[in-house]
């Protein structure tokens, strides 16, 4: 990958050997893979068997989970927010792995609609909810910085499954509790 980011640096014309960019393609290349650790982990490993037997049938959110992705069509940045809830049936899924299961998909080069159905499922199958809503908000750089260079645009994107799918009151609950 260093090698790679030596190639494009020196495509655009500039002195690979300048102060300023002798160890730049090897920072890029630490950069690159950490922005795209996700691939590295499975779900299995950021869940960690952090499911705990609850008798609460009532939603469970979590609202606001920062996240921070690259576009798979121009390998730019796009930022946000995850609201992820679910309805639990006999068992919760430890507080903190939700936000690692949006981190995991998160760094993976994405576009936002696949990264939202890909965090319902994977909280799906892990707790065996009797539904999962996600909704996405983010700022995506390959619109701001290039294109049509629109700064205050925004995408949401949202997944319901099961009971917020099917129930509108579940679904009305859910959405109203994120705003």
Do not use: W
Request: aromatic share 6%; charged share 25%.
């Amino acid at each position: 990958m260093e090698t790679a980011y030596s190639q494009i640096i020196e495509q655009l014309g500039e002195d690979l050997e300048r102060e300023g960019l002798k160890d730049t393609p090897a920072r890029a290349a630490k950069a690159m893979k950490f922005l795209t650790r996700g691939y590295t982990q499975t779900l299995d490993e950021v869940v960690n068997d952090a499911l705990f037997p609850s008798d609460n049938s009532e939603m469970v959110l979590v609202r606001n989970i920062e996240l921070y992705s690259l576009c798979e069509h121009h390998l730019l940045p796009f930022i946000g927010k995850a609201h992820v809830a679910y309805i639990p049936q006999g068992k919760v899924v430890g507080l903190s792995k939700l936000a690692r299961i949006v981190d995991m998909y998160a760094r993976r080069l994405q576009i936002q609609e696949n990264m939202t159905k890909e965090i319902a499922e994977a909280i799906q199958s892990v707790t065996g909810a009797a539904g999962v809503g996600v909704v996405i908000e983010a700022q995506h750089m390959c619109m701001m910085m290039r294109g049509v260079e629109k700064q205050n645009a925004s995408m949401t994107t949202s997944m319901m499954l099961g009971s917020f799918r099917s129930s509108e009151a579940t679904r009305n609950e859910f959405l109203s509790l994120i705003k």
